[in-house]
């Protein structure tokens, strides 16, 4: 097996992963899937299921509370505050490129729905190999309080969302 060099603690990264993956397959178990176009359902090909988890943070909008305690604050406020960036296209000239943005939040967007969004872009940047860019994600502290700080507001929505919660803790692999 290939010794896979990663900048960020293993364990840490491994606990993401497990703590995500469990989260989408609670979200989607408690009925927090995208619902189909009735109009394009096709029985032939019926459409995958997605987390819909734009609607699950609509569901915490009136309980969550970022200072329900110490390290949700800090969590919240890194998250709000440094934002993970997300990897955008560039049109330069006849080429496409690839770059760094930052997230822009909409001004109508709760704390909690811009949260869940930069958790969704700390998934991204990894599962999709964003991450590895040692020119843009070299600070390893950086990434590991990204990864801590999702961990603890998963971790949040879990006790604000008992059924979700039910599906998690159910989860095995």
Known sequence: MNDYNTGA???????????????????????????PNEKRYNTQHPPVVDPDWDRFAVSLRTCFSPD??????????????????????LRDGTRWTT?????????????????????????????HGGKYSTEVHEDTERTERLLRSSITVLEECLELAPQVCEHFNDATI
């Open 68 to 89: 329900r305690s110490e390290q949700l604050t800090l969590a919240c406020g890194y998250l709000l505050a440094s934002p993970p960036k997300k990897q955008v296209l």
């Open 99 to 127: 770059a760094w943005g930052t997230p822009v939040r909409p001004q109508n967007e709760t704390d909690i729905e811009f949260i869940l969004k930069m958790v969704r872009n700390v998934r991204n940047n990894l599962f």
């Open 9 to 35: 603690n293993r364990e840490l990264l491994l606990a993401f992963f497990l703590a995500f993956s469990r989260f989408e397959y609670a979200l989607k178990a408690s009925g927090f899937f995208k619902k």
